[in-house]
Nanobody
Protein backbone atom coordinates (compact mmCIF):
# COMPACT_ATOMS: atom_id res chain seq x y z
CA UNK A 1 0.00 0.00 0.00
CA UNK A 2 1.04 3.58 -0.65
CA UNK A 3 -0.09 6.72 1.14
CA UNK A 4 0.48 10.40 0.40
CA UNK A 5 0.42 12.66 3.44
CA UNK A 6 0.18 16.42 3.01
CA UNK A 7 0.95 19.21 5.42
CA UNK A 8 1.45 22.95 5.45
CA UNK A 9 -1.95 24.42 4.73
CA UNK A 10 -3.59 27.10 6.81
CA UNK A 11 -5.04 30.57 6.99
CA UNK A 12 -2.93 33.43 5.73
CA UNK A 13 -3.36 37.03 4.64
CA UNK A 14 -3.11 38.07 1.03
CA UNK A 15 0.48 38.64 -0.01
CA UNK A 16 1.80 36.02 2.38
CA UNK A 17 3.56 32.73 1.74
CA UNK A 18 2.93 29.09 2.55
CA UNK A 19 4.83 25.92 1.81
CA UNK A 20 2.97 22.68 1.23
CA UNK A 21 4.66 19.34 1.69
CA UNK A 22 3.63 15.89 0.56
CA UNK A 23 5.45 12.71 1.50
CA UNK A 24 4.79 9.28 0.06
CA UNK A 25 5.19 6.18 2.18
CA UNK A 26 4.74 2.51 1.55
CA UNK A 27 5.82 -0.16 -0.86
CA UNK A 28 7.39 2.22 -3.39
CA UNK A 29 9.58 1.08 -6.25
CA UNK A 30 9.64 4.32 -8.23
CA UNK A 31 7.85 7.65 -8.49
CA UNK A 32 7.25 9.36 -11.78
CA UNK A 33 5.43 12.67 -12.18
CA UNK A 34 4.19 14.41 -9.08
CA UNK A 35 1.89 17.36 -8.83
CA UNK A 36 -0.39 19.62 -6.89
CA UNK A 37 -4.03 20.18 -7.71
CA UNK A 38 -6.61 22.37 -6.05
CA UNK A 39 -10.36 22.53 -5.77
CA UNK A 40 -12.28 25.60 -4.70
CA UNK A 41 -15.91 25.39 -3.54
CA UNK A 42 -18.22 24.90 -6.49
CA UNK A 43 -15.36 24.46 -8.94
CA UNK A 44 -13.66 21.54 -10.60
CA UNK A 45 -10.30 20.27 -9.44
CA UNK A 46 -7.53 21.92 -11.44
CA UNK A 47 -3.82 21.36 -11.95
CA UNK A 48 -1.66 23.88 -10.11
CA UNK A 49 1.84 22.57 -10.80
CA UNK A 50 3.51 19.41 -11.96
CA UNK A 51 7.06 18.07 -11.91
CA UNK A 52 8.39 15.08 -13.80
CA UNK A 53 11.00 12.60 -12.64
CA UNK A 54 13.45 14.62 -14.74
CA UNK A 55 12.51 17.83 -12.88
CA UNK A 56 10.62 19.35 -15.79
CA UNK A 57 7.95 21.61 -14.37
CA UNK A 58 4.77 23.19 -15.61
CA UNK A 59 2.35 25.55 -13.92
CA UNK A 60 -1.15 26.86 -14.28
CA UNK A 61 -1.08 30.34 -15.78
CA UNK A 62 -2.72 31.73 -12.65
CA UNK A 63 0.23 30.76 -10.43
CA UNK A 64 3.21 31.27 -12.74
CA UNK A 65 5.84 33.43 -11.12
CA UNK A 66 4.31 32.99 -7.66
CA UNK A 67 4.41 29.23 -6.98
CA UNK A 68 7.35 26.86 -7.21
CA UNK A 69 7.15 23.08 -7.22
CA UNK A 70 10.10 20.92 -6.23
CA UNK A 71 10.77 17.33 -5.25
CA UNK A 72 13.16 15.35 -3.08
CA UNK A 73 13.43 11.85 -4.47
CA UNK A 74 15.42 10.59 -1.48
CA UNK A 75 12.47 11.50 0.75
CA UNK A 76 9.75 10.57 -1.76
CA UNK A 77 8.44 14.08 -1.28
CA UNK A 78 7.10 16.97 -3.30
CA UNK A 79 6.74 20.56 -2.19
CA UNK A 80 4.83 23.63 -3.29
CA UNK A 81 6.19 27.02 -2.29
CA UNK A 82 3.41 29.57 -2.62
CA UNK A 83 4.29 33.26 -2.55
CA UNK A 84 2.23 36.41 -3.06
CA UNK A 85 -0.91 34.52 -2.20
CA UNK A 86 -4.24 35.90 -3.34
CA UNK A 87 -7.78 35.28 -2.07
CA UNK A 88 -8.50 33.40 -5.30
CA UNK A 89 -5.86 30.84 -4.30
CA UNK A 90 -8.20 29.68 -1.55
CA UNK A 91 -8.93 25.99 -2.08
CA UNK A 92 -8.23 22.49 -0.88
CA UNK A 93 -4.87 21.46 -2.28
CA UNK A 94 -4.23 17.85 -3.21
CA UNK A 95 -0.95 16.09 -3.83
CA UNK A 96 -0.81 13.59 -6.68
CA UNK A 97 1.86 11.10 -7.66
CA UNK A 98 2.29 8.35 -10.20
CA UNK A 99 3.90 5.51 -8.28
CA UNK A 100 5.00 2.03 -9.15
CA UNK A 101 4.95 -0.34 -6.22
CA UNK A 102 7.47 -3.11 -5.78
CA UNK A 103 6.46 -6.28 -7.59
CA UNK A 104 4.24 -4.30 -9.98
CA UNK A 105 4.96 -3.58 -13.62
CA UNK A 106 2.67 -0.56 -13.89
CA UNK A 107 2.08 2.82 -12.26
CA UNK A 108 -0.97 3.87 -10.31
CA UNK A 109 -2.29 7.32 -9.52
CA UNK A 110 -2.25 8.23 -5.83
CA UNK A 111 -3.83 11.20 -4.07
CA UNK A 112 -3.34 12.83 -0.73
CA UNK A 113 -6.21 13.64 1.60
CA UNK A 114 -6.07 17.36 0.83
CA UNK A 115 -5.01 20.36 2.86
CA UNK A 116 -7.00 23.57 3.15
CA UNK A 117 -5.42 26.86 2.13
CA UNK A 118 -7.42 29.98 2.95
CA UNK A 119 -6.19 33.41 1.89
CA UNK A 120 -7.92 36.37 3.49
CA UNK A 121 -8.11 39.76 1.84
Amino acid sequence: QVQLVESGGGLIQAGGSLRLSCAAAGNIFSMNAMGWYRQAPGKQRELVARITSGDITNYADSVKGRFTISRDNAKNAVYLQMNSLKPEDTAVYYCNAKIRQRFQLYEDDYWGQGTQVTVSS
